[in-house]
């Protein structure tokens, strides 16, 4: 845990969330700031900053966020329509939290390219 993310005090339960979805190593609530009918952050209970700082340790945590992005997805309905799972790596993508996190984004028509 990093004592100032704002991500592993949602981990550890000092910040509030809606949690969608748990698992050993992962976790999804809902964006405070949703850009679409659904839109869930999945992170991982581990701490890593960046895409850029995830080590070959950690490929089976973050392989299972993408479990949690298929499980979300058929919770919220929206698995066979189709939905989008984007992560944002440092200021020009537009990451604001530094802790990875998968974007869960669907029930709506998303456009490419994003902008
Ligand atoms: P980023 O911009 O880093 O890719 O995504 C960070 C996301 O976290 C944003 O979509 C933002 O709305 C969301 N977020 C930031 N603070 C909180 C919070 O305290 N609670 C929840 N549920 N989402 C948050
Ligand atoms: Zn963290």
Known sequence: MSSDCLFCKIVAGEIPADVIYESDT????RDINAQ???????????????INDIEPEDQAVVGSLYTAAKAIAAQEGIADVGY??????????????FHIHLHVLGGRTLTWPPG
């Open 26 to 29: 992962a976790i999804g609530f």
């Open 36 to 50: 679409a009918p659904t839109h869930a952050v999945v992170i991982p209970r581990k701490h890593i900053a960046t």
């Open 84 to 97: 989008r799972a984007v992560m944002n790596c440092n200021e020009a993508a537009g990451q604001t939290v």
